[in-house]
């Protein structure tokens, strides 16, 4: 079993910054990839940003420019620093983590989400 828990999220004004954390513990080999999803009221969930083999990172369009993904792989801990803020980044933010047990056995595991509000 692989445990995620996540943190950094709350309220900040539109122009903010934040960053989550999400440390993942457990018993794990290996992780392939690490990645940051949201999902907003009466919306479908997205992707924000992953970072997998080899350091190789990708954004959705929406936050280019904003925010950075990155992690500690000593600490099996992953990153996200959220610049300028703005109202449309409200929303439930989760950790995913792929990876293995072992040699032959994968797991695809979720945080329970914590919210990020974006108000004045």
């Not at 950094?8 to 004004?13: A, E, H, R, S």
């Not at 992707?47 to 500690?72: E, M, P, Q, W």
């Amino acid at each position: 079993q692989v445990q995620l828990v996540e943190s950094g999220g709350g309220l900040v004004q539109p122009g903010g910054s934040l960053r989550l954390s999400c440390a993942a513990s457990g018993s794990i080999f290996s992780i392939t990839a690490m990645g940051w999803y949201r999902q907003a009221p009466g919306k479908q969930r997205e992707l924000v940003a992953v970072i997998a083999t080899g350091g190789r990172t990708n954004y959705a369009d929406s936050v280019k420019g904003r925010f950075t993904v990155s992690r500690d792989n000593a600490k099996n801990t992953l990153y996200l620093q959220m610049n300028s803020l703005d109202r449309e980044d409200t929303a439930v933010y989760s950790c995913n983590v792929k990876g293995h047990f072992d040699s032959y056995s994968i797991f695809d595991s979720w945080g329970q989400g914590i919210q990020v509000t974006i108000s004045s």
